[in-house]
């Protein structure tokens, strides 16, 4: 057989020790058994042979038994040879108690005309194989074919007469293995040759026997190959069943299959939702399910009787979710071989959302209509409100071409006169430039100012114009609309903000030049005290030797401040490397007795910084400022943190030295936190000079820092300084 495996195995059982090797057979199958074996029972060896034969319950089992049989008549060797029909080649398939090199000698192919066996094998007559050498034993040749005279399940189900079994039992001399395909049922037949050795003396009585024997297995091997053939079919068929099912419950719309009495045969998840009870469901759920059914056998019936329409709209009702469903139930009719019809598939789609679209759509088209008037309104609103508005507007299509122009522009531009001043067509030719200009332009945007006659004043105004893209819906310029605006009242705005700044800047020169007035007569008595500080030097003890530094440093800082504020704090000051925390330390050491004086807990959290570039003095004066002023700020005692670290700005190229600053005072208003780094700006009353904060911009903006401010009324202020770190 064409499906056999090319291996040989060897099996127990066989005679004097004796060896078997078998090929396996493909497996087949059948749905039933056409007729049970006969049994002729001649002698009592013929009889266990026959048991043997019918106890095996594949057909790989058949010739290992046969060719032990064999063994067991008198013959000394015997092997099977198969034709395999897909490369046409003739090989062993199974053995006993031969060798390797005797097994090759018959290997041959169906094209081999000139070979014995092939000669045997398509005369199906049995016979001795010449030996054309002359040596060794002689083997006797028997052909097996698959062959019965009972037709198959398809060839008896259509009455059909072209069965391979029956056309094969038929045959007595030529065997067409070419064509060895039956043609009704498509199972692949079988061809083989046993072949047995022949000893000294041929006994005609035990070929007779052999030929029974291989008659016997032959039959038994039919049957067997035959219901492995139907047992195949059968799995390929669950397997196809199986895929067909995978499929139809894998889909979304309900499918019914139903036989010709309109009974459910099969139907997917879906469909159980409307033709199934489910657990758990009342008296209504389960009378709604009977309905579905009902309306369901009546709609098949009627496309049944009518033979034509293939759908029809069907209502159900959903048992779960206890509302109605509009249905398409497009059928189609199950037919047999013969063309006779067995059932139906029903496909339904669900169309609910069709007919709501289509209520919808027809709700929409009044709505608008509605719209319809509601724009015509609005656009009625909007021609007033144009018409009322203070300023020039000019409409223009997507050729620069004026389509609408307000009251106003009509008397710019001279519209509603009849004839036109000279200087009026030259108003529209300037605006016909810009209108050209802007809308042919890549710009969204526009503003410019133009200068026009205004025949009302009879002057020369400027406006400032301001024009708009709109477009349409692919994004194409459909129109640009213009607003004129009069320049003549920003100009007197720009005047009163001129006005206000010189008064600041007066405010500001009369500022300076007081100080410049103060530090000049505070410069004499401090160069007195820092004479008189440079004499005490010489007289200060060891334990007083700290006191005194402190005392000559802000002294000395103090006459440099005296200097800056003869420049009105002009950036004067000299940048050196220096230690911000070192700063930190000296200030709370210089402000340690009035803040423990006034309860204030100061808490340090100074980070290891790099060595910073800057102003060392005008550090110390920052510090000293946010330090006061934290101070002022908790009348009843508090917390204050200073917190210094280095930090790296998120893409990670520049570093930054952070001076944080925070309190638990009374906070700042958002009010105040608009304006507190403006000059003369203070919450202290009568006590305080609005300078402080104002010094401390100048300062961070000197060295080119930031400022940030978070502030809560009654719980605190933070003030954060972040300064660069250059490298």
Same mark, same amino acid.
């Given at each position: 057989?064409?499906?056999?495996a ?5 099996l127990?059982?066989?005679?004097d020790?004796?060896?078997l ?14 007729e049970k074996?006969v049994?002729l ?15 095996a319950e594949r057909s790989?089992e ?5 060719l ?7 013959f000394?060797?015997?092997?099977v040879l ?7 080649e003739?090989?062993?398939t199974?053995?006993?108690n031969?060798?390797k ?8 192919s169906?094209?081999a ?12 007559n ?5 030996n054309?050498?002359?040596?060794g ?15 198959c399940?398809e060839?008896?189900r259509?009455?059909?007469e072209d069965c391979l079994?029956?056309?094969n039992?038929?045959?007595s ?7 060895q ?10 061809a083989t ?7 000294k003396?041929r ?6 026997q ?5 008659e016997?297995?032959?039959?038994y091997?039919?049957r ?8 195949n079919?059968?799995?390929d ?21 139903t036989d010709?009495?309109?009974?459910v ?6 469909a ?23 309306l369901f056998?009546a ?5 049944m009787v009518s033979?034509k329409?293939?759908?029809?709209d069907?209502t159900?009702v959903?048992?779960?979710e ?6 398409e139930?497009?059928?189609a ?7 006779t019809?067995?059932g139906?598939?029903?496909v339904m789609r669900?169309?609910t959302?069709?007919r ?9 088209l009044?709505k ?6 509601i ?11 144009i018409?009322?508005?203070?300023d ?8 620069a071409k004026i ?16 004839s036109?001043?000279?200087?009026v067509m030259?108003?529209?030719?300037k ?6 200009a802007?809308?042919f332009?890549f710009a969204d945007k526009?503003?410019?100012s133009?200068?026009l006659?205004n ?5 020369e ?46 405010k500001?020169a009369a500022?300076? *030049? ?10 004499n008595?401090m160069?007195?005290?820092k004479?008189?500080i ?21 002294t000395e800082?103090?006459t440099?401040?005296?200097r ?7 950036n004067v000051v000299q940048f ?11 200030? /709370? ?20 910084l790099p060595a ?6 005008q550090?110390r ?6 330090v006061v002023?934290?101070r002022d700020?908790m009348?009843?005692g508090g917390?204050?943190v ?30 105040i936190? *608009? ?8 919450t ?15 300062i961070?903006e000197?060295?080119?820092g930031r400022i940030?401010?978070r502030?809560v009324?009654g719980k ?5 300084l /972040? ?5």
């Amino acid at each position: 057989m064409s499906r056999h495996a090319a291996c040989h195995a060897p099996l127990r059982g066989g005679a004097d020790g004796a060896r078997l090797k078998v090929q396996g057979m493909a497996p087949v199958a059948s749905p039933r058994i056409l007729e049970k074996p006969v049994l002729l029972m001649h002698d009592r060896t013929g009889d266990a042979a026959a048991l043997r034969l019918l106890s095996a319950e594949r057909s790989e089992e058949i010739f290992p038994i046969l060719l032990e049989e064999v063994v067991k008549i008198g013959f000394p060797r015997a092997l099977v040879l198969e034709v395999d029909f897909e490369n046409g080649e003739v090989k062993a398939t199974a053995s006993l108690n031969c060798d390797k090199n005797e097994i090759e000698r018959f290997r041959t192919s169906l094209w081999a005309r000139d070979n014995p066996i092939m000669a045997v094998l398509q005369g199906l007559n049995a016979g001795v194989l010449p030996n054309p050498s002359g040596k060794g034993a002689s083997f006797y040749a028997y052909p097996m074919i698959y062959r019965s005279r009972t037709r198959c399940w398809e060839a008896e189900r259509e009455r059909r007469e072209d069965c391979l079994a029956v056309q094969n039992a038929r045959l007595s001399r030529h065997l067409p293995l070419e064509g060895q395909i039956c043609t009704a049922c498509g199972m692949r037949a079988y061809a083989t040759l046993l072949l047995a050795q022949l000893g000294k003396e041929r006994d005609s009585a035990r070929l007779d026997q052999l030929g029974n024997l291989a008659e016997r297995a032959n039959n038994y091997l039919a049957r067997l190959f035959k219901i492995e053939h139907y047992f195949n079919r059968m799995r390929d068929m669950e397997v196809t069943i199986s895929r067909l099912s995978a499929v139809m419950q894998s889909m979304a719309d309900p499918v019914i299959f139903t036989d010709d009495q309109h009974r459910v045969v099969i139907q997917n998840r879906a469909a159980e939702r409307f033709f199934r009870v489910p657990e758990g469901i009342g008296d209504g759920g389960r009378r709604a399910v009977e309905l579905n059914n009902l309306l369901f056998s009546a709609a098949l019936s009627s496309m049944m009787v009518s033979g034509k329409d293939s759908s029809r709209d069907l209502t159900l009702v959903d048992v779960m979710e206890g509302e109605e469903v509009l249905f398409e139930a497009v059928c189609a009719p199950t037919q047999s071989a013969d063309g006779t019809r067995t059932g139906m598939v029903t496909v339904m789609r669900d169309v609910t959302d069709l007919r709501r679209a289509d209520m919808e759509v027809r709700a929409n088209l009044d709505k608008l209509r509605i719209a319809e008037e509601i724009v015509r309104q609005e656009r009625d609103r909007l021609n007033l409100v144009i018409e009322n508005v203070g300023d020039p507007i000019i409409v223009a299509d997507n050729s620069a071409k004026i389509v609408l122009l307000d009251t106003l522009a009509k008397e710019l531009f001279g519209i509603s006169e009849g004839s036109k001043h000279p200087q009026v067509m030259k108003n529209l030719a300037k605006l016909d430039a810009y209108l050209t200009a802007f809308t042919f332009s890549f710009a969204d945007k526009d503003n410019r100012s133009l200068r026009l006659y205004n025949p009302s004043s009879q002057s020369e105004v400027e406006y400032a114009a301001r024009s708009g893209k709109i477009y349409d819906a692919r994004g194409q310029v459909s129109y640009t609309v213009t607003v004129l605006r009069d320049f003549t009242a920003w100009r007197k705005l720009e005047q009163l903000q001129m006005e206000r700044r010189m008064l600041e800047i007066e405010k500001f020169a009369a500022t300076g *030049k007081l100080a410049g007035t103060i530090a000049h007569e505070i410069n004499n008595p401090m160069e007195a005290i820092k004479n008189a500080i440079y004499i005490l030097g010489e007289k200060v003890g060891p334990e007083s030797r700290q006191v005194y530094d402190v005392l000559k440093n802000e002294t000395e800082r103090v006459t440099r401040i005296v200097r800056q504020m003869l420049g009105l704090y002009r950036n004067v000051v000299q940048f050196d490397s220096f230690d911000i925390n070192g700063v930190v330390e000296d200030t /709370l050491a210089l402000f340690a007795r009035p803040l423990a004086k006034a309860g204030i807990v100061v808490d340090k959290r100074l980070g290891e910084l790099p060595a910073f570039k800057g102003s060392g003095d005008q550090f110390r004066q920052l510090l000293s400022n946010l330090v006061v002023n934290s101070r002022d700020s908790m009348n009843s005692g508090g917390k204050l943190v200073i917190r210094t670290r280095a930090i790296r700005s998120m893409d990670g190229l520049r570093r930054w030295v952070s001076l944080s600053v925070a309190d638990t005072g009374c906070g700042i208003s958002r009010e105040i936190q *608009k304006s507190m780094f403006e000059p003369f700006v203070t919450t202290k009353g009568g006590k305080g000079t609005g300078l402080g904060l104002w010094i401390v911009k100048g300062i961070v903006e000197n060295h080119t820092g930031r400022i940030r401010v978070r502030s809560v009324i009654g719980k605190g202020t933070i003030i954060n300084l /972040l300064f660069p770190i250059s490298t």
